[in-house]
């Protein structure tokens, strides 16, 4: 064929970005429902709480995640858990206890958020720190140290770990953009950790931030289950780890926003009515044995 023909002849367009239909649902139009679920929701024992341990790499969003839940819930943007703005160290330095208040004649949600250290190749958590947290030894305020792990002998050590002082859904947060490139020591941690919740038999959730990263989520989050880079993240993620695919949800963390946006509602409410519906699970399962 000659240059003269090839000239006219136009190259095939680019493959989309994006697949033809969602390859999962959640119902945008309708956030109500779900912000409702939470809002009614009491574990089925009086008193009992579900405990919700973050753990991830630094820098992931976790205490991001904590506050824009607190958002949603509270109806304006709020900030409890504070968090940094980078990835170049670990914000996060104790084990912190995070209640929601609910308003009524219940003062708080019967749901708790525990944020930990970053899992950091270096110097982040421990991940026997994190085990110890899993089976409720962690007491609040305990400030992590990157060289030794917490000894029964320390004011911080809780030697007789109640039903609410376990985690009953053990969470981890991953940025969508640092997926194909985190740390094989990270990697390590994270399987690590999962392997210590299965043992105890706690359920485990994933949560994928920065979504925003894809230019097609960054002009419509609606776009977040047909953009395949972020289905493939997810998947790499699953094979990486061990986390079902069912058991990972694309969110996006407030954090230049200072109005609530019903999309960014909608994915976080999904994200965590499965998360109570899995902490209810761990519930269950401590009060069986």
Not at 127 to 155: M, T
Not at 157 to 176: G, R, T
Not at 190 to 209: C, F, G, N, W, Y
Not at 227 to 251: D, Q, R, T
Request: charged share 25%; with cysteine.
């Amino acid at each position: 064929m000659s240059q003269w023909i090839r000239s006219f002849i136009k190259p095939p367009p680019p493959p989309s970005p994006c697949f033809d239909e969602p390859w999962r649902s959640i119902d945008w139009g309708d956030k109500q429902s779900a912000l409702q679920y939470v809002k009614d929701y009491n574990p089925p024992t009086e008193g009992q709480q579900i405990r919700i341990l973050l753990h991830g790499p630094v820098g992931a969003g976790k205490s991001s995640f904590i506050n824009s839940v607190n958002s949603v819930l509270r109806g304006r943007i709020y900030t409890q858990a504070l968090a940094a703005n980078t990835a170049t160290g670990c914000f996060t330095k104790e084990y912190t206890t995070y209640k929601i208040q609910r308003g009524g004649p219940e003062p708080y949600y019967p749901f708790v958020f525990n944020d930990i250290m970053g899992l950091d190749p270096l110097k982040g958590v421990l991940v026997d720190d994190v085990k110890l947290a899993l089976k409720g030894h962690v007491k609040n305020g305990y400030k992590f140290n990157p060289e030794s792990s917490l000894s029964e002998d320390d004011r911080f050590y809780n030697s007789s770990p109640n039903l609410n002082d376990k985690v009953h859904v053990l969470v981890c947060v991953v940025p969508a953009d640092t997926v194909s490139g985190m740390n094989d020591r990270t990697v390590q941690k994270i399987q690590d950790i999962r392997m210590e919740a299965s043992k105890l038999k706690i359920p485990q959730v994933a949560i994928l931030t920065k979504i925003d990263v894809s230019p097609e989520v960054k002009k419509d989050l609606k776009n977040v289950y047909k953009v395949k880079y972020l289905k493939e993240k997810m998947e790499e993620f699953s094979a990486n780890v061990g986390i079902p695919m069912n058991c990972i949800f694309p969110v996006k963390n407030y954090d230049s926003e200072i109005d609530l946006d019903n999309d960014v509602d909608s994915l976080i409410l999904s994200s965590l009515k499965q998360i109570i519906n899995f902490g209810e699970d761990g519930i269950n399962f401590h009060q069986s044995v």
